[in-house]
């Protein structure tokens, strides 16, 4: 079998972890991309909120597949940010911005950047986008990263299908992990309900253990990319048969 080559953004994070953890292919090299090295794999130093430091990951994306010959190429952009939690108008303008540029911004320029990288090449490619319930339900204090989450949805929704007219042979695709047992969801649990009046739902799920382990979320992920799904499918692991897809 020959090399696998994997980008993860947001390494260092619990879905990110999850991902590192369970990667089901040998001897695959692992890049992180973000603001922290981790320890063990690959990084593309970036802050994801700058972007000038996109240039950083298109060179990476240069570097790595001058050559490359192995059999699969994948991106999972899992780098995502709530803050802040609050609503339109009242919170923070600056973060607010950092927030539409980091879950809105970054996985579509980040996505055409890889397309772009890897549109010659004969291996298996996949670009997964982590994506969220939040796209299509109202939760008001999520209005950045609600509006984000439908932004990525619609982007993979049409780049698959552009893919198959071209026969471009990337695979994309928006995974919704669910609930899932990383910061993020200890930070809503701790926002004042002010802020955020879903909160109770989420300390409930936390309470009565519904969380998912960031490691089987990891595996349901890399199951989903040999599951024989449609190109550009959004899809919630939570609708999957275990361990998903």
Known sequence: MGETLIWISGANGGIGQGLIRTVPWAGARIIGIGRHEVPGIGHVAADLADPEHWERVAGSFEQELAGFEGDRVVFVHAAGTLNPIGFA??????????????????????GQLFLEHTRNLQAKRHYVIMTSGAARSVYPGWSSYGAAKAAVDQWVRDVGAEQELRGGGVHVMAIGPGTVDTGMQAMMRATPVKDFPHRQKFIDLFEAGKLAPP???????????????????VIDLRDRPAPAC
């Not at 108008?89 to 980040?110: C, F, H, K, R």
Request: with cysteine; charged share 10%.
């Open 215 to 233: 490691d089987q979320v990891g595996r349901g992920i890399w199951a989903c990319l040999d599951a024989g799904l449609p190109n550009g499918s």
């Open 89 to 110: 108008g009242e919170v923070d303008s600056a973060a607010y911005l950092t927030n539409v540029i980091v879950n809105s911004a970054s996985p579509q320029a980040l």
